[in-house]
């Protein structure tokens, strides 16, 4: 008997995929996802989980790129300059 590959599973089509052992990318919303995750096996659980920590890490990355980027932000410094001033005071929507 063939070994199943990390993506093969059982002939059953779901939202994620479009036949037997592959997965198709096309709009699927979270709910949809969310919904098709039982079904996956642990391999697969844990290949999106890995995949989501990777996608995670890219963006605390390019956060990070963005916070250290010695580019002036006039506007930005004058707003964190005016909130500090207010003190505790709620922000007011109209000055965002």
């Keep these: 008997m063939k070994p199943q ?10 939202a994620l995929t479009n036949r037997r052992e592959q997965i198709i990318i096309s709009t699927v919303s979270a709910s949809e996802i969310i919904k098709e995750l039982p079904k996956l ?21 390019r956060w990070e790129q963005l916070l250290n980027d010695p580019q002036p932000r006039p506007k930005l410094e004058a707003f964190l300059r005016e909130s500090a001033a207010e003190g505790e005071l709620p922000l007011d929507p109209s000055r965002l």
């Design 5 to 14: 590959s990390a993506v093969a599973r059982s002939s059953a089509i779901s």
């Design 41 to 61: 096996s642990e391999a697969e659980r844990r290949a999106i989980l890995d995949k989501l920590r990777e996608l995670a890490q890219q963006d605390d990355e």
